[in-house]
């Protein structure tokens, strides 16, 4: 398995309080994407990133932010949770890109935001 | 309009049966088609990968492309138990950076 590390693995968190995600790797890839999966929307791009200090936005970004300050660590932040962001969060890596090569995605962290 | 539509069914069949999970995608630009295998509780991980038109083979496997009518396939020949998983489609974004995914199809295979 691709050295992907997600924590928590469960996190259970009140609406208005903030959230962090962390997404570790020891691969020693250059882009991480972060991506939500829903019932009824399958997986959808939340931020990427494309080196230390570079990240876009994706599809849903509306109420996260991200940072990336070292090449291992991509961490995802919910400044005020909301209960439309309960869902399971994957992390995923990759060398070249999308266009270049596969994804490989951690095992995801279960959200619930009452 | 989603960029990629996908089937979620569930899909049910009896062990050895041939499968064809299907998905759409509007954006002709598209060049390269993935399929994603995601057992209950756990990551994507990729089953096929593909560039442009044609047929592509592994194993029990294969991942069909028609461009001219923008349509996917993934073939499951003499389907397992194991082969009880959600896939889903994918393909790059325009700018090359990122996987758009389809909904995903639930397959359950039967002994």
């Known amino acids: 398995d691709a050295g992907i590390t997600q924590s928590p693995r469960h996190k259970v968190t009140e609406t208005g309080t903030p959230v962090t995600l962390r997404c570790h790797q020891t691969e020693n890839h250059r882009y991480m994407y972060w991506y939500r999966q829903d019932p009824g929307h399958g997986l959808r791009l939340i931020h990427y990133?494309?080196?230390?200090?570079?990240?876009d936005k994706g599809e849903v970004s509306d109420g996260y932010s991200v940072s990336r300050s070292k090449t291992e660590d991509f961490l995802l932040t919910l400044e005020s949770a909301t209960s439309s962001q309960t869902s399971v969060y994957f992390c995923a890596i990759s060398e070249k890109g999308a266009d270049h090569e596969k994804l490989f995605f951690g095992s995801g962290t279960q959200l619930s935001v009452l | 309009q989603k960029e990629v539509e996908q089937d979620p069914g569930p899909l049910s069949v009896p062990e050895g049966a041939i499968v064809s999970l299907n998905c759409t995608y509007s954006n002709s630009a598209f060049q390269y088609f993935m399929w994603y295998r995601q057992y209950s509780r756990k990551g994507p991980e990729l089953l096929m990968y593909?560039?442009?038109?044609g047929n592509k083979e592994d194993g029990r496997f294969t991942a069909q492309v028609d461009k001219s009518s923008k349509y996917i396939s993934l073939f499951i020949r003499d389907s397992q138990p194991s082969d009880s998983a959600t896939y889903l489609c994918a393909t790059v974004d325009q700018a090359g950076t990122a996987l758009i995914f389809g909904k995903g199809t639930t397959l359950s295979v039967s002994s």
């Open positions: 593909t560039y442009s038109s």
């Open positions: 990133s494309y080196g230390v200090k570079d990240t």
